[in-house]
């Protein structure tokens, strides 16, 4: 396990961080906490949850297990704050009320006295930037919070909050969280280099693009007649869905070619081709299983040669996009860059 630092601090995080997204959904908490063991004992020492997670259980079912396994202090611990966590109009959004309010939620769910990295976990064009940074400072000034960053904001959003934090003499996001993978490759155009420029880590989710990098799912290889696909489709979101395009599976039939060539799984090579390009701190997984753990493990033997770059660079265009994952609130109205 390689170990990187966390933007322009003194931390250190392991290349994989153990995404909690299925925790209390549909991991159950033993799942989770096998899950959570042989993370830490494989040398993952950085952990992702959100509180709109299961509404709150799966920073539970985190604190928890960190609690049983003794492991907290050497856990880079990380949650989010914006989505709506109740019917009440004022529980949601980047206010100064709702980040303090869910902070103190937060702790009391994670059974800790502090967060590591505080994620506002998308932008909210509607609320000054600096309402937003004075109830961060306020909670690292407190003790409550070491470090804060940010998730799917755009370059231009982030460099005016590093500006903000500069006149008014508050403290800086130090992260950004976007999505990234070989279907969108958007964040190499502007978010990747400005990082890079001002000393920003990128924690990276949706390596495997939810499932389609796995090479499971291929509409092309379905038999005439067959509609197990189109059901399985079916079964998903209106989101997933749209993700799930022809160019994108004609990625993943490359990725699959390569991989077989390698002996390794489509999973594997995708996550490792993430996990090595430079400026990205950290990839998000979020195994299900303790399997798919150890799949998502195993990535770190691949070796990936310039030819597999170069193979990879044809099918997925550097800076390109062929399946949605980029998409915020990036101004008044939100939309896709």
């Not at 195994?287 to 310039?306: G, S």
Request: net charge negative; with cysteine; charged share 25%.
């Amino acid at each position: 396990m390689e170990y990187r630092s966390l933007g322009r601090t003194g931390v250190k995080v392991s290349e994989l961080c153990l995404g909690a997204m299925n925790f209390g959904d549909r991991t159950g908490p033993e799942e989770a906490q096998a899950i959570m063991d042989r993370a830490l004992a494989a040398g993952i020492n950085f952990v992702d949850t959100a509180n709109m997670y299961s509404r709150g259980r799966s920073e539970e079912i985190v604190g928890e297990a960190l609690k049983q396994s003794g492991q907290r202090d050497r856990v880079v611990l990380a949650t989010k704050v914006y989505n709506p966590m109740s019917e009440d109009v004022n529980d949601r959004g980047n206010s100064r009320r709702h980040i303090i309010q869910q902070c103190e939620a937060s702790l009391k769910r994670l059974q800790t006295d502090y967060i590591d990295l505080y994620q506002i976990h998308r932008p909210q064009s509607d609320i000054p930037i600096d309402e937003t940074l004075r109830a961060l400072d306020d909670l690292v000034r407190a003790g409550m919070v070491r470090y804060i960053g940010t998730s799917t904001f755009a370059a231009w959003q982030l460099v005016e909050a590093l500006w903000a934090s500069r006149e008014l003499n508050l403290n800086r996001f130090v992260s950004e969280q976007p999505p990234y993978n070989l279907v969108d490759r958007r964040i190499e155009r502007e978010l990747l280099p400005m990082a890079q420029t001002y000393g920003l880590g990128l924690i990276v989710w949706s390596p495997l693009a939810m499932g389609l990098l796995t090479g499971k799912y291929d509409f092309r290889e379905v038999p005439a007649g067959d509609t197990r696909f189109g059901q399985q489709k079916a079964r998903v979101n209106p989101v997933q869905q749209a993700r799930w395009t022809e160019g994108a599976f004609e990625v993943v039939s490359v990725l699959k070619a390569i991989a077989s060539e390698k002996g390794c799984t489509p999973a594997q090579l995708a996550l490792a081709w993430c996990v090595r390009k430079p400026g990205i701190t950290s990839a998000i997984i979020g195994p299900r299983t303790t399997d798919q753990l150890e799949d998502n493990l195993a990535a770190l033997n691949v070796e990936i040669t310039e030819d597999d770059h170069r193979r990879l660079d044809q099918a997925a265009e550097p800076g390109g996009s062929v399946s949605p994952f980029y998409q915020a609130d990036f101004g008044p109205h939100p939309h896709r860059i």
